[in-house]
């Protein structure tokens, strides 16, 4: 069965940074194609940054430069490293993965499984 529990999320000041994880089980997070996405109260669910399983990355506009995508195969965990944050950058950020990433990778129907979510806050 696999499962995905993210943690690392918080309230954190304009410009900061803050590390979201994601614990994978079940399944090999190599092998996979793993993605973070978010969604903001009233707004759709946002890719913002994709993963496959021979490490080619891909990222939305909003986030590009700030924002990086890493995984841990020792101990199974995708990351999602967060800089220069905005006060638009808040939202609930969710972990998500399959076993092929679809084209356009960043399109949340392609993924069937998916984490709980964690809150970030950014205030300005």
């Known amino acids: 069965q696999v499962q995905l529990v993210e943690s690392g999320g918080g309230s954190v000041q304009a410009g900061g940074s803050l590390r979201l994880s994601c614990g994978a089980s079940g399944y090999t997070v190599r092998g996979y194609c793993m993605a973070w996405f978010r969604q903001a109260p009233a707004k759709e669910r946002e890719g913002i940054a994709v993963?496959?399983?021979?490490?080619?990355?891909t990222y939305a506009d909003s986030v590009k430069g700030r924002f990086t995508i890493s995984r841990d195969n020792a101990k199974n965990t995708l990351y999602l490293q967060m800089n220069s944050l905005k006060a638009e950058d808040t939202a609930m950020y969710y972990c998500?993965?399959?076993?092929?990433?679809?084209?356009?990778?960043?399109?949340?129907?392609?993924?069937?499984?998916w984490g709980q979510g964690t809150q970030v806050t950014v205030s300005s």
């Open positions: 998500a993965a399959n076993p092929f990433c679809g084209s356009p990778p960043l399109k949340s129907g392609w993924y069937n499984y």
């Open positions: 993963i496959n399983s021979i490490g080619m990355l």
